[in-house]
């Protein structure tokens, strides 16, 4: 009975190092230092770190356009040296090029037609696709008139165009104002729901919580954190109440009962929005046209 193909990660990576040569300097550049991380099929994985800790390095490797110094990484148990493992795996890199003078929709389409696809099912999968990154309504326009985030998008939407298992996006909301990366977000939740695994880069700590199941923190070259997010984050030992309409009776019976019980209360205040909720209500608010009163 066969029951590896059910537990063949999506990515293995093992003892990874990178050394990159300066020739003119005669020193070298230490990128990674005996990396190793399995990413589970199905799972949304953050790798983070600050710039230059090796993050990109990591990817391009994974994909075979970096030859390691030492160590081996695989795409569904297919080896990184071997072309077949791309086949099923959608790339945005982080400063995707674009030929500026073709449309959004002919941009994909160009990327299918490069992955041997045609005629009628490639187009019916650009208007799908069009549609799934939000830009049904941008397909017929120009790159060059295209946003940071309307860029990113078109991206996905040419990384995904034959549909693979895996999705790699190296900084996919970097230089991307907040609404075009909560839109990029949803995206990849989408994509999770549709079972897709997705490995994503990023030094934007907080845009990559909603997403991720699990994260990996490099830091010069080494795997400093990894785990699920709510171990990471996760405060143990404590519990938080979100009570509405309390009066100061009832918050002050809290307070006696929790010290009658040889516990502390160690907060309690109003809810906070984040500031990114507060810019997205005034921003959306402000550019959807309001019904005049009574009309
Ligand atoms: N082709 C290269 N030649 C020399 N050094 C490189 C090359 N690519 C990356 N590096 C170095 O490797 C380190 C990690 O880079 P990178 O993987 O791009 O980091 P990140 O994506 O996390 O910002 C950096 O110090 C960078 O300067
Ligand atoms: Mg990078």
Do not use: W
């Not at 199905?42 to 110094?69: A, M, Q, R």
């Not at 909301?173 to 939740?189: E, K, M, N």
């Amino acid at each position: 009975m066969d029951t590896t193909s059910s537990e063949t990660p999506a990515v293995r990576i093992r003892d990874l190092k990178k050394v990159f040569p300066v020739p003119l300097r005669r020193r070298q550049v230490t990128a990674l230092r005996g990396l190793s991380l399995d990413i589970p099929a199905g799972h949304v994985y953050g790798l983070l770190g600050p710039n230059g800790s090796g993050k990109s390095t990591t990817l391009k490797i994974l994909l075979g356009l970096v030859t390691p110094t030492s160590g081996t990484s695989e795409i569904f148990g297919i080896p990184s040296s071997e072309v077949k493992s791309r086949t099923d795996v959608g790339f945005l890199p982080e400063n995707p090029y674009f030929y500026k003078f073709l449309t959004g929709a002919e941009t994909v389409s160009f990327h299918g037609k490069l992955c041997g696809m045609g005629g009628l099912s490639l187009r019916d999968r650009v208007t799908e696709l069009l549609e799934l990154v939000g830009l049904q309504d941008a397909g017929d326009r120009r790159i060059s008139g295209y946003s940071k985030g309307m860029l990113q998008r078109i991206g996905l939407a040419q990384a995904m165009v034959h549909d693979p298992r895996l999705l790699i996006l190296d900084e996919p909301t970097a230089g991307v104002d907040p609404a075009g990366s909560r839109q990029i977000r949803d995206l990849i939740l989408r994509l999770k729901e549709r079972g897709k695994t997705v490995l994503l880069t990023s030094h934007l700590l907080e845009q990559v919580q909603e997403v991720c199941d699990r994260v990996g923190i490099l830091a010069k070259g080494e795997l400093v954190r990894e785990g699920s997010l709510d171990i990471l984050t996760g405060v143990t030992g404590q519990t938080e109440f979100l009570i509405e309409n309390a009066s100061p009776e009832l918050q002050a019976e809290i307070s006696r009962l929790v010290a009658g019980h040889g516990a502390r209360l160690v907060t309690a205040r109003q809810p906070q929005l984040d500031l990114e909720t507060v810019f997205l209500k005034a921003t959306e608010a402000g550019k959807s046209p309001r019904k005049p009163p009574g009309g």
